[in-house]
């Protein structure tokens, strides 16, 4: 009698342990979601923040947060069984076919969600620098006189450069995204780059934790973390370039997992992509670690001399061959010469950090939490320390801090943006360490009991908590980012005529209504949009350069100006009223 209950004792203990573990992962995760709540609903607009930054965080990110708390109750309450195991088995192998579909529903989300609408002047300048690449240019072209009127001075230099001695604009970002964009922009589907983008982002997340932890569940749990994280869906249906910075260095870490020359020679021409893609700081700041990795080790001088020699070539013609080219429109419009454009750009984007800054990045480590699954950072934690002992997980990790720190320098608050998207380039290192977590470090003999972590009905909470948060938590985000577009994109005139027209935006009652000043490179097509200096000032540019055209509409948002000779669109608001013939 007495040795059976000690066998019950010693069957029941890992059952008890799981259990436990299970709370208090469930508890925390509850705690820290509920803390982020308290502090974003007390967090007042007496701050420097951006508005927009603000405003996402304070009244988007807050609702999420709430609907993530009842995501966890709900998922606590599943019952453990063999589903999550039959699920993760199923993703790890079969992650073409996820790849793929997952492609299709971002496309969709794109023209559907994101209405096909670069939404912010950071998605706008590399589309517009695409529509310029595909028509085998390198600059656009604009009316000298009419620069103003067509590129919102505050966006001079900073977003798009421009020449008013010549007219010549082009994106002030250096060019990699635009050129990944321009074969889609040629033939007219310019919203599936980022939906193909991310597609191939989770073949190379499977394939890292293939590599790291030797697991088909491990892999596939990667994988459904990663497609079940908001902020994977909404940077793939937007316009940004931070869906090709998580794949360049998801690709560039594979490379360099096991580094030999030869791979460290592609991994540099990766790297120079990366590098490249707007701005060197995401990848740079990714790449120290594994950049010290490769000098300790015994081959370093090969290693080194292949990655450099991978780097260089496309660092110098897109990154030092672009920056002249930059450099040499803005001189041509008055501007400062290169070493001054230079001093510049380096005090603008760097500076020593601030209270400011520090709350904006401390905002951006809630904004992780909040648009990802449950707990995801919390399970990325207890795999780091987990696999502490493996280099190739130090040094997700320390691509992650990296990031993390080297953004305390940057006087921005990211502005607008889905998610904490200056941490988007190191974001893989989340789903990767939190499978991790799941996943043992070593096979133990025949009949060892798993670890708490390790047990089924943790993993039964950590799946469902994704599956939950991939059905409710990414169709909430999906329902916020189509109304936050439609909101956006209605503060122009209620006027739905096609005929060739000018749009004169007035923005002094809109939300970043500047940023809707958005044209074609060459003024191609029937619209072309432009930002008011009063109805005195406008009607004299209209005369001038448009003679033909007549103002047939106005509203609060602007006026329209058509050669039509009566309007022949109807109003889309109440508030809208067609001028007297």
């Known amino acids: 009698m007495t040795a059976s209950r000690e066998v019950r004792s010693l069957t029941a203990a890992p059952v008890a342990q799981s259990s436990t573990a299970r ?7 509850l705690l820290l979601t509920a803390a982020i709540l308290v502090w974003a609903h ?33 998922a606590l309450a599943i019952p453990s069984g063999a589903w999550p195991h039959t699920l993760l088995r199923w993703l790890g192998r079969h992650p073409g076919r996820v790849a793929a579909a997952t492609g299709l529903l971002l496309c969709i ?4 969600v994101y209405r096909n609408h670069p939404l912010a002047m950071d998605e706008y300048a590399p589309y517009f620098q695409s529509q310029v690449f595909a028509a085998g240019r390198l600059a656009g072209q604009f009316p000298p006189a009419l620069l103003d009127w067509l590129v919102p001075p505050p966006f001079q230099d900073f977003f798009l450069n421009v020449s008013h001695a010549t007219g010549a604009v082009a994106s002030a970002y250096w060019p990699s995204f635009a050129l990944l964009l321009t074969p889609f922009t040629r033939l007219g589907i310019p919203w599936a780059c980022n939906p193909c983008v ?10 890292l934790a293939l590599c790291l932890f030797k697991d088909q569940e491990s892999a596939g749990l990667a994988v459904l973390l990663t497609l079940a994280s908001p902020v994977f869906f909404a940077n793939g249906i937007s316009y940004y370039s931070m869906p090709a910075h998580l794949l360049a260095n998801a690709v560039y870490a594979l490379l360099l997992l096991e580094p030999t020359p030869r791979k460290a020679l592609v991994a540099g021409v990766v790297g120079s992509v990366a590098l490249t893609l707007h701005n060197p700081v995401p990848h740079t700041l990714f790449a120290l670690p594994w950049i010290v990795y490769l000098a300790m080790r015994p081959e370093r001088v090969r290693l080194l001399g292949a990655l450099a020699a991978g780097y260089l070539p496309l660092c110098l013609l897109l990154g030092v061959g672009w920056f002249a080219f930059s450099a040499d429109l803005v001189r041509q419009g008055g501007g400062a010469a290169a070493g001054a454009h230079l001093g510049a750009m380096l005090n603008s984007a760097f500076g020593r950090p601030t209270g400011t800054v520090a709350l904006a990045r401390l905002i951006g480590v809630a904004k992780i939490w909040l648009w990802a699954v449950p707990g995801l950072l919390l399970l990325a934690a207890v795999g780091a320390w987990k696999w502490r002992r493996d280099p190739r997980c130090l040094l997700l990790v320390g691509s992650a801090l990296a990031t993390l720190v080297g953004y305390l320098f940057v006087p921005m608050d990211q502005g607008h943006g889905w998610g904490y998207r200056y941490f988007h380039s190191a974001w893989l290192a989340l789903p990767l360490l939190a499978a991790g977590a799941l996943t043992r470090t070593q096979a133990g003999p025949a009949g060892t009991s798993a670890t708490a972590l390790e047990a089924d009905d943790v993993r039964t909470f950590v799946v469902a908590c994704a599956v939950l948060t991939l059905l409710v938590g990414v169709g909430l985000r999906f329902f916020q980012i189509h109304e936050f577009v439609v909101h956006e994109q209605g503060q122009v005139p209620a006027y739905a005529g096609s005929e060739r ?12 209504g500047q940023d809707l000043v958005q044209n074609d490179p060459f003024l191609r097509g029937p619209l072309t949009r432009m930002l008011t200096r009063g109805a005195d000032a406008d009607a004299q540019m209209m005369s001038r350069h448009f003679p033909d055209m007549r103002r047939v509409f106005a509203d609060e948002h602007g006026t329209v100006w058509t050669a039509v000779a009566e309007p022949q669109a109807q109003t889309r608001g109440s508030v809208s009223r067609p001028d007297s013939p």
């Open 109 to 112: 989300g794109t023209l559907v």
């Open 23 to 29: 709370i208090q992962l469930f508890l925390a995760s």
């Open 501 to 512: 027209r000018v749009v004169i935006l007035d923005t002094t009652r809109s939300f970043y």
């Open 42 to 74: 007390q967090l007042g607009p007496t701050h420097a923040l951006t508005p927009i930054f603000y405003v996402l965080f304070r009244f988007f990110d807050y609702t999420a947060g709430m609907v993530s708390v009842l995501l966890l109750i709900a």
């Open 198 to 207: 991310s597609a191939l982002t989770l073949l190379a997340i499977h394939r």
